[in-house]
């Protein structure tokens, strides 16, 4: 039986950007069994690293979403100042 080269990286960074994958799904995809995946998983700590990544996301878009807010109300501050005066 010839073993198939997996390229664990790949997997890996597609489970942490993915928030819909799970485990099995990345067994299914590469052709592994899911305890294989469960058990390098675990050892390279898979689920810390995703939560630290769904974290690094969740403060990136709150932080784009203040500044989309700040931008759009740019012009009534302006108009503001304007009437303070």
Known sequence: ???????????KREFLL???MS???VAEK???????????SAKREW??????VKK??????LKESAINV???HKSDVKSW???RV
């Open 70 to 72: 700040i931008e759009k």
């Open 1 to 11: 039986m010839t073993k198939t080269k997996i390229d664990w990286f790949k997997a």
């Open 81 to 83: 100042n304007k009437n």
């Open 18 to 20: 993915n928030d819909s």
């Open 47 to 52: 689920f810390k690293d995703k939560r630290e």
């Open 30 to 40: 590469y052709g592994l069994s899911y305890s294989k995946v469960k058990r390098i």
């Open 23 to 25: 485990l099995k799904d």
């Open 56 to 61: 690094i996301i969740s403060k990136s878009l």
